[in-house]
């Protein structure tokens, strides 16, 4: 795509995340422990930045995530693959940078869904995010882990975004 290509040629798809673009507010909600039966939430605040980048077929945003043990700043770079129809996305921890295990997936519906295989506590998991109850104003992003291949799923992250 050259710089003078507007975004309304993009293929279908690409603008599925421009719904993110701006700066938001967000409330955390996280498990006290993964994976272990826990139904302890912590819960938290934090903000997050997000803008279009590579002339709308990837988007970059920047996060200030505020546990109750301190903040820390994180980061996620999401690229389309035209050919593929489909959305990669991957997360970087300021506390440890480097780029997570990639997610892969799409929207449908008005619901984004994802997946990717990692590893948590030594052993493999698959992981699932979810976007949904986006509004012009709002979203909602939920991180669940399966231990068995991805026959059950535990929610353990949510992330309710309010623009500012």
Request: charged share 25%.
């Amino acid at each position: 795509m050259t710089s003078s290509q507007s975004t309304a040629a993009l293929p279908a798809g690409a603008r599925d995340f421009d719904f993110l673009h701006g700066s938001w507010r967000v409330a955390h909600q996280r498990l006290a422990e993964r994976l272990r039966g826990s139904t302890d939430w912590v819960r938290f605040g934090g903000t997050m930045s997000a803008r279009p980048i590579l002339g709308g077929l990837g988007n970059f945003d920047e996060n200030v995530i505020d546990l109750p043990q301190g903040s820390y700043q994180a980061c996620t770079l999401r690229l389309f693959d035209a050919q593929r129809a489909q959305w990669s996305i991957r997360w970087i921890d300021g506390r440890d940078p480097k780029l997570d295990a990639p997610m892969y997936g799409s929207f449908e519906q008005g619901v984004g869904t994802f997946f990717g295989d990692d590893t948590f506590d030594g052993k493999p998991i698959r992981i699932r995010f979810l976007w949904s109850q986006i509004k012009p104003h709002s979203a909602r992003w939920e991180q669940a882990f399966s231990a068995d291949a991805g026959q059950t799923w535990e929610p353990n992250w949510i992330m309710d975004f309010e623009r500012v």
